[in-house]
């Protein structure tokens, strides 16, 4: 087992936001998350990751073995453990080579496609797409075991997520690092083909499938109020 | 000093360590210029003990190197620092002011006046790098005659614990400026005074500062534009504030004297922000370390 979130429960700006939350991956596995806006996705991988702006008020984090709950973000980091954000804030003044050096964890980084960006204030006018090429630069730099994709699909058009999955699945998934993919379409989920698809609505993982095609047609078709009806509730 | 070999003035302390002139290049030491050069007396303030004489009479491709050290306890330095430029020259200078160690609990004064003829420009880096016992007063006066460039940043990324900036600029018809301020202050207590004077036609000048507050420190800073006559001033004044127990103060001041005259300011003091501060630790760095890099980031635009 890689990570293990055993009933986690946490609070943000005073008001509960995780409600109980259970989620296990094993090495070089991948695995999806879905939900609904504002269901908690977000900071489910916040707090994985160590954000001090959430509250755990219940439950335990473990990673490689070793409990995190309390660990701070950057030792969690060296633990292995990464997020591509979904909106990564500008850091100004900064270049993205700058970041880089200061972060990396290898040498032989080659990122072809993100060689326009090096000399750019890091995420300072990026569009959607390049902000999504410097996240995963930074990932691979890390050397990561695990790493949570928070809605990498989200502003890319068709070419582009396929573009995107492909680098995912030949630096990452073909390499043995386990993936999490929070996504709230599910448009990338075709091409990284998760083992375990979880449901999570109002904090809650209300449902892990192994079909994701069938967790995706039925939301499709009536919408995450189904999954909350749906007999085979995991909670 | 990396470029020692080719520095072209460098003390330690009150002693000379080098004096190295390029081809139309005069240096000598203040004290000596105030022998040699009768007309060159009106621009010292008094009659020099030491500091640098420096005379470019030619144009010169290389940079030219200045540097001023301390390496033995409770020096007081007091220094009369002159810079002459030639017409039509254009000029790289990078001056630098040090303690070599941390704990020298000394003094360094400095009253300089740079002055840029008819058509000249010069690029002027002044780095400053400070122990936390020291007491640091540079003062320096620009006179930009017609048409002249000016493009000066102050560096202090190693402040002192005391640090006190006097910065006068006189910019006459038609001459140009960009004054940056960057100071990275840790324990220091700093006031800043710095003042444009766009005296004649056409003259056209910014002022920026980029102004870090960290682990108590006071800043005070008042930035001034006049405009004399029909010119063009700017004013932008940035501060950084980091921990709960530092000030900054920023006062912008504009004083018109023309009616066609354009001078304009912005000032804003912010905090990190926590959304930044986490990416960055979520990238491996620590809190120190992702502090030190926003910080770098700031005063890098100030560039």
């Known amino acids: ?235 | 000093m990396k470029n020692v070999k080719n520095v072209n003035y460098w003390q330690i302390d009150h002693k000379i360590k080098k004096i190295f002139e390029a081809k139309g290049v005069e240096v000598l030491t203040s004290k000596s210029a105030w022998e040699k050069h009768n007309w060159a007396r009106k621009y010292f303030f008094k009659k020099p003990k030491e500091g640098y004489f420096i005379w470019i009479k030619k144009q010169t491709d290389l940079p030219l190197l200045t540097c001023i050290s301390i390496a033995t306890k409770n020096t007081e330095q007091e220094l009369q620092n002159l810079l002459i430029l030639e017409k039509n020259l254009n000029i790289n200078l990078q001056g630098t002011c040090n303690a070599q160690k941390r704990n020298l609990s000394c003094g360094h004064k400095a009253q300089g006046k740079i002055i840029l003829k008819e058509s000249s420009t010069l690029k002027y880096e002044h780095i400053h790098s400070w122990g936390q016992k020291d007491i640091v007063e540079p003062n320096y006066e620009f006179l930009l005659e017609k048409n002249s460039k000016l493009d000066y940043t102050f560096k202090a990324f190693f402040t002192p614990k005391k640090l006190k900036i006097n910065t006068q600029l006189f910019l006459f018809e038609g001459a140009s400026c960009n004054l940056k301020i960057l100071a990275n202050c840790i324990q220091t207590e700093t006031e800043i005074e710095d003042t444009l004077r766009l005296v004649q036609k056409g003259a056209k000048g910014q002022i920026k500062l980029r102004l870090v507050g960290r682990k108590n420190s006071r800043i005070s800073a008042h930035s001034q534009i006049v405009a004399e006559a029909e010119s063009k001033g700017h004013l932008d004044c940035q501060g950084l504030l980091i921990d709960k127990n530092s000030t900054i103060s920023l006062i912008p001041e504009l004083i018109c004297q023309s009616k066609d005259a354009q001078i304009t300011h912005e000032a804003s003091i912010g905090k990190i922000s926590e959304e930044e501060l986490n990416y960055l630790r979520q990238r491996g760095l620590s809190e120190e370390e992702a502090i030190n890099l926003i910080v770098t980031g700031f005063l890098e635009l100030g560039e």
């Open chain 1, 1 to 235: 087992m890689l990570l293990e979130v055993k009933n986690l429960k946490v609070k943000g700006n005073g008001k509960e936001i995780l409600k109980g939350v259970d989620l296990k991956i094993n090495s070089g596995e991948v695995q999806a998350f879905l939900g609904p806006n504002a269901s908690g996705k977000s900071t489910l991988v916040q707090v994985i990751l160590g954000n001090p702006k959430y509250k755990v008020i219940k439950g335990k984090i473990f990673f490689a073995g070793k409990e995190i709950t309390k660990l701070l973000p950057e030792k969690r980091v060296k633990l292995g453990l990464a997020l591509a954000w979904q909106t990564p804030p500008a850091v100004k003044g900064v270049k993205l080579s700058q970041l880089l050096e200061k972060i990396s964890q290898r040498k032989d980084l080659q990122f072809e496609e993100g060689k326009g960006l090096l000399e750019r204030e890091t995420n300072v006018d990026f569009s959607g797409g390049e902000k999504k090429i410097s996240e995963l630069l930074q990932i691979l730099a890390l050397k990561p075991k695990l790493v949570i994709f928070d809605e990498i699909d989200s502003g890319l058009d068709l070419k582009k997520l396929e573009k995107v999955s492909k680098i995912i699945k030949k630096e990452l998934v073909a390499k043995g690092v386990s993936v999490l993919l929070i996504t709230h379409s599910g448009a990338i989920l075709q091409f990284l083909k998760p083992k375990i698809t979880n449901v999570m609505v109002d904090g809650r993982v209300i449902c892990k499938e192994k079909d994701f095609r069938k967790v995706l047609k039925t939301i499709k078709k009536y919408g995450y109020e189904k999954c909350k009806k749906c007999k085979l509730l995991a909670n």
